[in-house]
């Protein structure tokens, strides 16, 4: 059977290994990168560490590394995991376990150990900060390993094995199972099990299928077998099934080490689905399930499996194998290898859609060895029903040959029930047992078929039928609205779920013509067009009568037509109007018209009309009448020529029809009634319906009065007063518009009050006179004058404020709210005005003055101010004022003072002199530029109760010293919160004197700027050895020129010199040519005094830094411990040193200089690879007395090696009688002698165990490189020692009694 129709789900997985749990997807997804890959990264980084790790072993010998790699190699073991790599997600003990092999590992690298008889002679020294056991600086001045450097390379390496073959055996499909060739590979890997065998040549033949005929023979040689089995573990989903028997030389694959698949598992699944949807991973195949169990036998310790690639159908026989061991043996056994079977669905057997209640038939194209078997099944709207074909046979005359045939099944569907069908096929088994499985191959529409079973298009009419009709309009086209797929007027039956219907592509309505109409009958097709509602198809008519629909054809079949099937058209009437005009006719003569309206159609109806006044423009007006019936007054206020005119009519159905027939217009000249009312008064105020007038002074009262009519009028009043009521009558009036005095009566006018005037009637030229009713007009008559003042209790009228703050002046206001009061300031030209509600209102201001009122007015009448009260005096309270007294400084031309010179410490102060009300609050800005260029800033607020104060000065530090007063307060105008968190100077007035500027001289002062002992040679003069430190650097503090008396005093000697000096800087480095160093031994140098171009005293110093210590000394010498010319790589060159530490040696090594530093009278040094190592000069004391050495030189030599079979791992498998040539390759210096020895194989009860020596032999005298033995025996040989004319290996354990440097 193909793999890729691999149907049972087993587990794949590699051979003797147990059920893996299932594993969470990785961090990574493996589309991205894959697990090998992500593996080698992990590698890799283990590896980088490794190689910091011996960065810091040769670069970095203090104790820091350990404590750091330990935590970088658990801090690494323990992020690993969880980035989820196959093979890498270690268990919590793993961990601790690898942390703990890893701490060991970097114990051993860089803890090391001082040698000493003390109390911490085993302690490690990663953790003591000294030396490290087993550590030499090499001639590379680094630190090494003496062990490393004797192991590097490797001396002794190689190993020759030689095994006795036991019997060998193959077997071509063990397993029994069957195999079938599928497209799109049509190839099957069948595998070989061998036994104790690596075969290197396979012969094989192939038989054609159902008859006898010649066997065709193939050979694949080692390289085709090695790429087969490579091709297997790639191409298949399953891995390398067993590695007990592949030799180490063998090819091999990382990427499928000890992996495993569980096909149920997750991470199966998600390969499977992976490579059902890469195009790229087509590659990629699955076995059958009876493939499965066989690779998951586990394999004997000796047994390997290898295969044979089949590409055509036949019998496959093993017919013979050759190995590189003893001959094989086949067991005998054959394959039979045909076509998969394979089955889909017939192309074109039935549409995607159908209507229901149709039969269709299904055909399954079946392809396989005969007799076949199919398993399908059907889901109908997700109800599942399984079915199977047993028994399928052929033709007869292929039925003894197991040769694929193509088989035609046939399926009956019956389609009623309305949804979605969707038809599968499970699998299909051929005669032979292959299966094919559909699941385990891409999607893909041939094994599977869908098919949507859809109702029946429907159509009815929408909002018609059963008594509603559709109206329809002359000069226009009716719509019938029909209702598709279920979307009519007529309540339908609740469905579970929605239904899909047939799309509606045509509807045919046949027309029936009304009584007596002269239009034909027809039948016609309307094709739907589909628009924003797929339920809704509008059809458009000219014609009245009857509507039937009589068919609906959808896109699959034809549709069912819905009651009401039938619509009836029915034509509406325009709106016509009967209209009757009449004059309406007064004293005057005609003052208007009145139109009576029958209105015939569907109501609401609109009337248009025009109206036209002389030859004035056209006026075009409309009503709108809500019933057939309506009466119209047309009766215009001005005389003139009127012309009315009906024109046009609406109704529910037509807009603005053209009225038609005579007595729609008429003329006339108009002359309306005369009429009269009062204009409302510009003063007054409307108080109901009655205007109010108010009067002040005089005794009359005009009034306006608006007229219409025919002039001229003659007009009667009615004054009603509290002492009784007068009717005058005012003629002659010809202005439309006219003013019209009248008396006030006397009572009211000599006490003040109310009295009312109204229209009682009018007379135009006519002498038609008319009564009028009309609003009249209410006057109030007011005699008191309002009177404005300011008040005060005590006649004062003079208040004190705080600038920035308001006053409120008090006044007394009479007459009637509200008030309009005019002001002004200082006898300003300006005049303010300002409103007020209340007799006894408050003038509010901010601004000092002398306030004036000037004039009043309230809600009527102008009024006067009492001229003694008409003012009020506001006044500022004055603000707080300070600055220095004249004794403070000398003033300068920036308005500051400076004050003289202090010297640093010395205590100073400075005066202020305050105006305002105690307490006082002084703020102040201090500033500096100290001698070190550094700047200060600072705002200081402190208290005063009196009016003069101190600021103490600050003298500490040398500099330039400034304090500018910033802001003062007092008991009224105390300073901000804001001005006092700030450094900037808020609302302070600026006065004379704001700063105040004071030197503050530095005192000198002189100091070592390091006290680190100085060497000197004996007979130097005391000058500078280097320009580069801070040696006898003098540190001078104040103003220059410096004068600097130094004494230096030989303790040896007990001789003390004065030495005195001047200096122009900051900085000077001891120079004294004329001084010389006399005597061995320490010398002190110390700092008598100091003084500069200031008055100042010298400042107080720390005196151990007025003082160092100069150490003379003698020249240095070197002396070798061990007067040997040749020494081994490893072996130590120790010399004794002779002088004052630190020395300073100087040497070369294979011609490459190094000046070498040490601290201890032994120096030694480790050399890594040959060469000459010469000593050329030593120095003491800083580098200095140097002396130069000739006689000192040695010659390093290599270490030599001995390989076993030219340093590789060899197994010979070698038959009974048959001996093996073991070759031992020397390098060094002949002379050589060297021992080899002869071990046990390895077997099931040596694991963890060392292996048994079966015999050992030391060669001497050996002049040649090569020397080779011969052997029958079973074992492994290697070589155990090695020596040559100069050097050995293992070299001799190292001589202690030295002590490194």
Same mark, same amino acid.
């Given at each position: ?802 600038? $920035? ?5 008090? *006044? /007394? +206001?009479? %007459?009637? =709210? #509200?008030? &309009? !009061?005019? @002001? ?80 640093? $410490? ?5 005066? *202020? /002199? +305050?105006? %305002?009300? =105690? #307490?006082? &609050? !002084?703020? @102040? ?377």
């Amino acid at each position: 059977m193909s793999a890729s129709s691999a149907t049972s789900p087993g587990r794949l997985a590699r051979a003797a290994s147990s059920t893996s749990p299932v594993e969470p997807p990785t961090r990574i997804p493996l589309e991205i990168v894959d697990a090998p890959t992500q593996r080698r990264y992990a590698l890799a980084g283990v590896l980088m560490i490794q190689a910091m790790k011996i960065h810091d072993f040769f670069f970095t010998p203090s104790w820091p590394p350990l404590l750091k790699w330990i935590f970088i190699d658990a801090l690494w073991i323990s992020l690993l995991p969880l980035l989820r790599i196959p093979r890498l997600t270690f268990k919590l003990s793993s961990r601790i376990l690898l942390i703990l092999i890893f701490a060991l590992f970097n114990t051993a690298i860089f803890a090391n150990y001082h040698v000493s008889i003390t109390l911490t002679s085993f302690l490690p020294k990663s953790f003591l900060g000294f030396g490290d056991e087993g550590r030499e600086i090499s001639t590379a001045e680094r630190h090494v390993r003496i062990q490393d450097l004797v192991d590097r390379g490797g001396h002794l390496i190689g190993q020759h094995t030689v095994r006795l073959s036991p019997i060998s055996t193959a077997e071509l499909n063990p397993s029994r199972v069957s195999y079938c060739l599928s497209p799109p590979h049509n190839e099957v890997l069948v595998p070989i099990l061998l036994n104790n065998s690596r075969p290197t040549t396979i012969q094989y033949s192939i038989s054609a299928l159902g008859k006898k005929s010649a066997k065709h023979t193939l050979t694949l040689n080692s390289r085709e077998i090695t790429k087969l089995d490579k091709e297997f573990r790639e191409h298949y989903h399953i891995m390398q099934v067993s590695s007990s028997s592949v030799d180490d030389s063998e090819p091999y694959d990382d990427e499928y080490e000890n992996d495993e698949y569980d096909i149920n598992s997750h991470k199966y699944q998600a390969k499977r689905i992976q490579d059902q949807t890469n195009p790229h991973a087509s590659h990629r195949r699955l076995l059958s399930s009876q493939q499965q169990q066989f690779y998951q036998l586990p394999l004997q310790s000796t047994q390997s499996i290898t295969h044979l690639r089949i590409n055509r159908p036949g019998t496959i026989r093993l017919e013979r194998l050759i190995s590189d061991k003893a001959g094989v043996r086949i067991i005998p056994n054959e394959v039979m290898v045909v076509e998969c079977p394979t089955a889909e669905f017939q192309k074109a057997d039935i549409n995607r859609k159908e209507c229901s209640g149709v039969t269709r038939e299904l055909f399954i194209q079946a392809k396989g060895v005969t007799p076949l078997k199919v398993k399908w099944h059907r889901e109908i709207n997700g109800k599942r029903e399984n079915f199977v074909i047993e028994g399928i046979e052929g033709s007869p005359e292929v039925s003894n040959v197991p040769v694929a045939e193509d088989v035609k099944v046939p399926i009956k569907l019956s389609l009623d029930a309305v949804g979605k069908h969707r038809y599968f096929i499970d699998s299909l088994v051929d005669g032979l047992g292959n299966v094919f499985d559909p699941s385990m191959l891409p999607q893909t529409s041939l094994t599977s078929r869908s098919v949507e079973v859809i109702s029946r298009s429907s159509a009815t009419f929408k909002n018609c039928g059963s008594g509603k009709t559709v109206s329809l309009f002359k000069g226009s086209e009716a719509r019938l609205s029909l209702a598709l797929n279920g979307n009519s007027d007529v309540r339908q039956p609740r469905i579970a779920q929605p239904q899909a219907f047939d799309n509606v592509k045509s509807v045919t309505i046949q027309y029936e013509p009304s009584i007596g109409s002269k239009k034909a009958a027809f039948v016609k097709q309307y094709d739907y067009q589909k628009g924003k509602n797929d339920q809704l198809m509008d059809i458009a008519v000219s014609n009245q009568g009857v509507y039937t629909i009589l068919g609906v054809q959808g896109d699959h079949c034809s549709g069912d037509v819905l009651s009401p099937e039938s619509c009836r058209v029915v034509e509406r009437p325009e709106p016509t109007a009967d209209v009757d005009l009449r004059s309406i006719h007064e004293c005057s003569g005609d003052v208007g018209v009145k139109a009576s309206l029958v209105l015939h159609g569907s109501p609401p109806f609109t009337i248009y009309y025009t109206e036209q006044r002389n030859k004035e423009p056209l006026k075009r007006l409309h009503r709108i009448v809500p019933s057939a019936r309506d009466e119209i007054i047309l009766q215009p206020e001005s005389s003139g020529t009127y012309t009315y005119e009906f024109t046009h009519i609406s109704d529910k159905n037509y807009n603005q029809i053209p009225l038609k027939g005579d007595g729609l217009g008429i003329t006339q000249v108009v002359h309306p009634l005369a009429s009269a009312e009062f204009v409302k008064h510009h003063g007054g105020a409307a108080a109901g319906r009655k205007q109010i007038l108010n009067s002040c002074s005089g005794s009359e009262v005009d009034v306006d009065v608006d007229l219409r009519g025919i002039a001229p009028w003659t007009l009667e009043f009615q004054v009603v007063s509290p002492s009784g009521t007068r009717v005058f009558t005012v003629p002659n009036l010809t202005n439309s518009r006219s003013r019209v005095s009248v008396e006030i009566p006397k009572d009211v006018d000599a006490e003040g009050g109310t009295f009312q005037v109204d229209l009682v009637s009018i007379v135009d030229a006519n002498g038609c006179k008319r009564s009028l009713s009309v609003p009249g007009i209410s006057v109030n008559v007011q005699r008191v004058k309002p009177t404005a003042k300011f008040y005060s209790n005590d006649g004062l009228r003079k208040v004190t404020i705080l600038q $920035g703050n308001s006053a409120e002046l008090p *006044l /007394r +206001l009479t %007459g009637e =709210p #509200p008030w &309009q !009061i005019s @002001y002004r300031v200082d006898n300003d030209s300006q005049v303010k005005t300002t409103h007020l509600r209340s007799p006894n209102g408050q003038l509010q201001v901010k601004e000092s003055g002398v306030y004036e009122l000037v004039n009043v007015h309230d809600a009527h009448c102008p009024g006067s101010v009492v001229s003694n009260e008409s003012k009020y005096t506001v006044e500022w309270v004055q603000k707080p004022a300070i600055q220095f007294t004249e004794k403070s400084g000398i003033l300068a031309k920036n308005n500051s003072l400076v004050r003289k010179p202090v010297c640093e $410490g010395e205590e100073d102060w400075a005066e *202020l /002199r +305050l105006h %305002g009300r =105690p #307490p006082f &609050q !002084i703020s @102040y800005i201090y500033s500096a530029d100290l001698e070190n260029s550094e700047r200060t800033r600072d705002l200081v607020t402190f208290n005063s109760i009196q009016n003069a104060a101190r600021i103490p000065l600050r003298t500490l530090k040398g500099g330039h010293h400034r304090y500018h007063i910033a802001g003062v307060g007092d008991a009224s105008y105390p300073i901000p919160r804001e001005a006092q968190s700030s450094s900037t100077a808020v609302g302070v007035p600026i006065v004379r004197g704001r700063y105040l500027e004071q030197s503050v001289l530095v005192r000198p002062s002189a100091h070592f700027k390091s006290t680190t002992r100085v060497s000197h040679c004996l007979n130097d003069a005391f000058v500078p050895t280097s320009r580069d430190t801070d040696e006898a650097l003098v540190v001078l503090r104040g103003h220059p020129p410096f004068h600097l008396t130094l004494s230096i005093k030989n303790l040896a000697t007990n001789e003390d010199a004065k030495q005195s000096v001047t200096i122009y800087s900051t900085e000077w480095r001891v120079d004294l040519p004329h001084y010389r160093f006399s005597s061995v031994g320490p010398t002190l140098v110390t700092i008598e005094s100091v003084k500069d171009s200031s008055p100042c005293e010298e400042a107080q110093v720390d005196l151990t830094k007025r003082s160092i210590w100069v150490d003379v000394a003698e020249t240095a010498a070197i002396v070798p411990f061990d007067r040997r010319q040749e020494f081994c790589i490893g072996e130590v060159m120790s010399f004794q040193l002779e002088g004052t530490p630190p020395w300073t040696i100087r040497y070369t090594f294979n011609n490459r200089i190094t000046d070498a530093k040490s601290k201890s009278p032994k120096f030694s040094r480790v050399a890594e690879e040959p060469g000459v190592f010469k000593i050329l000069s030593i120095a003491h004391q800083q580098n200095q007395c140097q002396t130069v050495v000739r006689d000192v030189e040695m010659t390093v030599k290599p270490i030599p090696s001995a390989r076993v079979s030219n340093g590789k791992r060899v197994i010979q498998d070698i038959r009974e009688g048959d001996q093996a040539e073991i070759v031992f390759d020397l390098v060094g210096t002949p002379p050589f002698t060297f021992t080899y020895q002869r071990t046990e194989l390895p077997g099931p009860g040596t694991k963890g165990k060392a292996l048994k020596v079966m015999e050992s032999h030391t060669v001497s005298g050996v002049t040649t490189k090569e020397y080779s033995i011969f052997s029958a025996q079973e074992g492994t040989w290697t070589v155990t020692f090695i020596s040559d004319r100069y050097c050995r290996y293992p070299p001799n354990p190292p001589d202690n009694s030295i002590e490194k440097a």
